[in-house]
């Protein structure tokens, strides 16, 4: 019968009005008048009058005054339902409630819990995750959680972090007390300050501190960056930004006196010399070229870490003409003695031309400006390595003043010099964007130096250019 007749939800009767009414019905005698009465067709009346109904009590379950269900009682063989029957029917469906309603609550619970757990291990790893220090602060300003980055700045591990007193690791900041407790009215702030670590060390820090009220209270999070980096960039930047100025006054300083010593001449109707005129114009030509390096590593300062550089446009280029070029200009500029020497009388290869005589006129202007006197070399040549490949080789010979040997493993390095270089003025970038230019090209380039005695800076670039990769054929 409930398969071929279930109850039907739209007709406002036995179950389906109990269900909406809360309330029971007792049918204490059910008469064939009421079975031909409810059935829906003469199968069902047949179905219903072979079950033998005799009585039926339908009893809601309810849970604060909401039902979960019904349980319907039915009595057969002339049995009957009278008050006492419905009383138990509703003690029994009433505890059936309860027993549906606690399962129900228990699923929520477990099914809560689960999401709130889950919920924890996002946050737990997300908050290990960031790569910034993270300390979390309670009301009384102490140290209620740390990352494992905040651990790693402090010198720490977590239960000591815990345990440590916010004045031990922050006693020079004078907004310390405002966030940590008492409260500050304001809800966030923002600044620098220097934090202590484990072994004592001072680290400078870029602080944001941000106010939460909880449900449990208001914490204060601080979200601290190590900014010893940025100052250290900050402070080189500042020095090679004056180095430059100063450096970019000689060039000009000198194009302007040659410029003025060609103007006085023709000033005063004298003839010009042409090879005065040609020295003077080669002179304003070389500390042009100057300048325009010195710009260059301005634009090499505010490159950012990540670019790829400038334009790299490789064609054949005969190395000995172009070392002959950079000789010749940077001779123009001062008096001392350049010489080449080069095994071949010409040595081509796929390069940048424009990048390769940067990184050649650095070099020789390096040389001669470390070395007060003697002669400046460069020695150009063919090798061979130990397997077969073939390399142009180009090295620049000063007799100096040297790099220590300290300085030496990190002379590539942005904005490191050697510590002997005294009033000479540089940037400290030179070497270091040579290294790329070379590398770029696949190459390699080595310092050798000793202090007092002079330096040989070497270059080696690749006769033939590695092979690109073959794209797949089609299909």
Known sequence: MQERYPD????????TRVVRSGR?????????DMLVAGARDAEHLDILRRVGLSAAI?????????????????????RRFDESDLALAAELARRAALAVDNARLYDAERAAREQAQEAQDRFRALFAGVPDAILVLDRRGRISDANQAAC?????????????????????????AALAGPFDPRDEWRGESELRRKDGQLVPVEIWARRLDLATGPIVIWLIRDISERIVADQAREEVLTAISHDLRNPLGSIKLRAQTLRRAIERGQAPDL???DEGLAAIDAM????????????????????EGPPFSPEPADLVALAARCVDEAGAASDRDLRVAADVPTLVGLWDAQSIERVVLNLLNNALKYSIAGEVTVHIERIADEQGAHWASLTIQDRGI????????????????????????GTGLGLTGAKQIIERHGGAIA????????????????????PLPEAPLPG
């Not at 039907?8 to 179950?15: A, K, L, S, T, V």
């Open 402 to 425: 040297g790099i220590p040997a300290s300085d030496l493993p990190r002379i590539f390095e942005r904005y490191r010099r050697g510590r002997n270089v005294g009033q000479v003025a």
């Open 447 to 466: 310092v050798a130096s000793e202090e007092g005695r002079g330096t040989r800076v070497t270059i080696r670039l690749p006769l033939e250019p590695a």
């Open 288 to 307: 042009s070229s100057r300048i325009a390096s010195l710009l260059e590593d301005i634009v090499e300062i505010a490159r950012t870490r990540g670019s």
């Open 152 to 176: 790693d700045l402090l010198g720490y591990d977590l239960p000591e972090t815990l345990e440590t007193a916010l004045e031990r690791l922050a006693p020079t900041h004078a907004g310390t």
């Open 24 to 32: 029971p019905e007792l049918y204490p005698d059910i008469t064939d």
């Open 58 to 78: 339908i009893m809601p379950m309810l849970v604060r005054d909401r039902t979960v269900g019904v349980i319907s009682f039915i009595a057969e063989s002339g």
């Open 275 to 277: 090879g005065r005129l």
């Open 8 to 15: 039907d939800p739209n007709r406002d009767e036995g179950i």
